[in-house]
T-cell receptor, first 114, second 112 residues
Framework: DTEVTQTPKHLVMGMTNKKSLKCEQHMGHRAMYWYKQKAKKPPELMFVYSYEKLSINESVPSRFSPECPNSSLLNLHLHALQPEDSALYLC?????????????FGSGTRLTVV | GENVEQHPSTLSVQEGDSAVIKCTYSDSASNYFPWYKQELGKRPQLIIDIRSNVGEKKDQRIAVTLNKTAKHFSLHITETQPEDSAVYFCGPRSGGSYIPTFGRGTSLIVHP
């Protein structure tokens, strides 16, 4: 298995809703990432997990809450989002941190906040 | 932090022509230089990468060249095809940080 799987593919949520994005990989990668991507822009880093521990939080608002239940799974819990949070949310993984490996990205969740 | 510039922002070519996209970085400690391709509505995908001990790498119609002295690396696509149309991002990574800094992207349009 050489893929990163993200669910759901599309999500529409109201500003008072609570929802979760899920990401799964079975490549034995020990670093996992959440990125946010707006149209025609590069991906923006949100969070990094290394060996299931949060190692980087790029000053993301607390309405986004990451979780790494085990080495294969990464979740992003969403609560009280704003319309400007509408974007493509990408999960990625890599073999390890500190080494020269590229990312494998998931297909993303296209989030619309109404 | 790393400053990354990618040029051009848009590149329009005829099918069969060559395309070159350049990425300039600031951190001399950078040691890993990948290129990602993102087709419309799809995920970014790693298409080629190069490490700091190598000057050039080829994979069929695509190649990456690295000039560490000048701190830039380039993506070369020969015999372009319409399916090469996409946004291409560079993402150099410093040895001191395992987080890449992405360029702003180049929209490549290949006209049949």
């Amino acid at each position: 298995d050489t893929e990163v799987t993200q669910t759901p593919k599309h999500l529409v949520m109201g500003m008072t809703n609570k929802k979760s994005l899920k990401c799964e990989q079975h490549m034995g990668h020990r670093a996992m990432y959440w990125y946010k991507q707006k149209a025609k822009k590069p991906p923006e880093l949100m969070f990094v997990y290394s060996y299931e521990k949060l190692s980087i939080n790029e000053s993301v608002p607390s309405r986004f809450s990451p979780e790494c239940p085990n080495s294969s799974l990464l979740n992003l819990h969403l609560h009280a989002l704003q319309p400007e949070d509408s974007a493509l949310y990408l999960c990625a993984s890599s073999q390890d941190k500190g080494l020269d490996y590229g990312y494998t990205f998931g297909s993303g969740t296209r989030l619309t906040v109404v | 932090g790393e400053n990354v510039e990618q040029h051009p922002s848009t590149l329009s070519v005829q099918e069969g022509d060559s395309a070159v996209i350049k990425c300039t970085y600031s951190d001399s400690a950078s040691n890993y230089f990948p290129w990602y391709k993102q087709e419309l509505g799809k995920r970014p995908q790693l298409i080629i990468d190069i490490r700091s001990n190598v000057g050039e790498k080829k994979d069929q119609r695509i190649a990456v060249t690295l000039n560490k002295t000048a701190k830039h690396f380039s993506l070369h696509i020969t015999e372009t095809q319409p399916e090469d149309s996409a946004v291409y991002f560079c993402g150099p990574r410093s040895g001191g940080s395992y987080i890449p800094t992405f360029g702003r992207g180049t929209s490549l349009i290949v006209h049949p």
